[in-house]
Each structure stands twice: as C-alpha cells, then as structure tokens.
C-alpha cells in the first residue's frame, strides 16, 4: 500500500495507530482481566477463519494487536479489515 492508502484507511479507523510503516496497531483496555482473555480468544477465532494472524499482547488489564501481513513485508487492505473486525468485537464485549 502506497503511504497515501495507509493514512486514509487509518483515517477510517479509531484509536489504530502507525508502527514503523509496517505495522497498524491498537491497545483495547478492559475492566477485568478475563474479559481481556475472552477478547483475545474472539480475535483468535476471527483471525483464524480469515487466515491472517495479528500479534497480540496481554497485559492484565491491557491487549494490544498489531498487523502486518508478512508475506508483503508491510501493510495491505487485509490488515485493516482485520483492524475493523477486532474493533467490532471489542465493542460487541464492551456492551
């Protein structure tokens, strides 16, 4: 993706931030820490069907996910459907 493509799809999204040109990357806070767990384990599942993994981090309260597709060596329009997927079942969990 061109730096043009990148910016105006981080446009579209909330709280998803730019990592070294090759990475998108949000942390989601939760309430408790399970509910964090359940979170990642929806990502994992979503991830899963579409066959495109983030990296993802726990951190008690915290969960970070970032994307990048590997075999591009940087970011698609793969990345941000999966940004916008994760941010669907954040909300869905937050509800």
Excluded: C
């Amino acid at each position: 993706m061109t730096e043009e493509q990148v910016n105006n799809e981080l446009a579209g999204l909330t709280d998803w931030n730019l990592i070294d040109e090759k990475w998108i990357e949000r942390i989601y806070r939760f309430k408790k820490y399970l509910a964090g767990v359940r979170f990642v384990d929806k990502v994992a599942e979503s991830a899963e069907n579409k066959q495109h993994h983030p990296l993802i981090a726990i951190d008690y309260k915290k969960v970070s996910v970032k994307f990048s597709s590997w075999q591009e060596k940087g970011l698609t329009s793969v990345d941000f459907e999966m940004a916008k997927r994760v941010d669907v079942i954040y909300e869905e969990l937050e509800q």
